[in-house]
């Protein structure tokens, strides 16, 4: 090659390799990069059912009793209803 068409190319070359340096305007002018945002999936709410708790329920004292039965009579014990 010949130096004439070295620095022919060479003066092609530059302005363009000069240019795709990057430099401290570049950097300003450059706007950051967005990234998808997750999408949160809102669900429902499932309905409370609020159950009363065994012990905040009336307690009902049933004594224990004799019952008459065909085969004579039985002995049902003590025992709580709840309502």
Do not use: E
Request: no cysteine.
């Amino acid at each position: 090659m010949s130096i004439k068409r070295m620095l022919a190319t060479a003066a092609l070359i530059l302005p363009i390799a000069v240019t795709l340096i990057p430099s401290q305007a570049d950097a300003q002018i450059r706007r950051p990069v967005r990234r998808p945002v997750q999408v949160r999936i809102i669900k429902k709410p499932s309905p409370v059912r609020v159950y009363t708790p065994v012990q905040a329920r009336r307690r009902i004292l049933v004594p224990g009793r004799w019952v008459q039965t065909n085969r004579g009579r039985q002995w049902i014990p003590a025992r709580y209803v709840y309502r």
